[in-house]
């Protein structure tokens, strides 16, 4: 099932508008346009923007190619990335948790049971709980004891994706892929290496997702491989556009 239209759709029939995927250029400038926004009565709803245009397609790339059983979304906000693993992931158990630590979590926990019903999908749970401590007791709750993939994109600080690492680790199953949100974006770089590291599984960096995904698996089958050289982007290719960014940069100040 296409997830974006559908995500779409769901959303406008619960009262709210989205805008994502657009050009920062086109608009002042603004780092967060590519960013998923909602928008109801003409105000914008939630603190945390949701997940970008691309990578909703990476993780239906990532479904067509490493189907997974049990998800873990850790910062569910309003359930936008959650919602949109459940349809790229059929077969899937998906729980969005979140501590409600921003405005409108707790209006988003509500909205993603609303939309999960809408769509049939009763295998999302949306649950209240706080990362990384909150973690064991959920996936045993929901997801049977273990993790096939896990999104996080919580509370965005080097020692907290770290911490929710270390208290994923024991429940990844062999084949887990565990995506690191923001990693770019709000400089997590350090958290991450950190991660790789520890885990002595393979580290990317994705760098063609507009928040700089940091994406972690044990041993990737020659497909999964293809997808993760896609969107880290070839490093020759990368090369030059930095190159020619610098270029942009030291000529306009930007
Ligand atoms: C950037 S938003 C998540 C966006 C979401 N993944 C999406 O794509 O729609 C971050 C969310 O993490 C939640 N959060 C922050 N710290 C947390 C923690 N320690 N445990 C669980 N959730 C947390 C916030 O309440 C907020 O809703």
Request: hydrophobic fraction near 45%; charged fraction near 20%.
């Amino acid at each position: 099932m296409p997830v974006f239209d559908n995500l779409v759709a769901a959303y406008a029939a619960e009262g709210y508008a989205v805008s994502t995927g657009l050009n920062p250029t086109v608009f002042h400038n603004l780092h967060s346009v590519p960013f998923t926004w909602l928008i109801r009565d003409g105000v914008e709803v939630a603190d945390g923007l949701g997940i970008s245009l691309p990578e909703i397609y990476l993780l239906e790339c990532l479904a067509a190619v490493r189907p997974a059983e049990s998800i873990l979304v850790i910062g569910n906000s309003f359930g936008w990335s959650t919602l949109a693993l459940a349809l790229a992931q059929p077969q899937a158990r998906v729980v969005g948790l979140d501590s409600a630590a921003d405005r409108f979590s707790l209006e988003g926990l509500e909205l993603t049971a609303r939309i999960a019903g809408r769509l049939g999908l009763d295998r999302v749970s949306p649950v209240r709980g706080t990362s990384p401590v909150d973690i064991p007791a959920t996936v045993e709750k929901h997801l049977g004891g273990q993790v096939d993939l896990a999104f996080v994109d919580g509370h965005h600080t080097s020692d907290q994706i770290v911490a929710e690492y270390r208290a994923l680790r024991p429940l990844l199953t062999p084949d887990a892929m565990v995506l690191f949100h923001d990693v770019q974006y709000t400089g997590l770089q350090a958290g991450f290496d950190t991660i790789v590291e520890e885990s002595g599984w393979q580290g990317s960096m994705l760098h063609a997702t507009p928040s700089g995904i940091g994406f972690l698996t044990a041993d990737p089958s020659p497909a999964l491989a293809r997808v993760i050289a896609a969107f880290a982007t070839d490093p020759s290719a990368l090369e030059v556009v930095r190159r020619k960014g610098e270029r942009f940069g030291a000529e306009f100040g930007s």
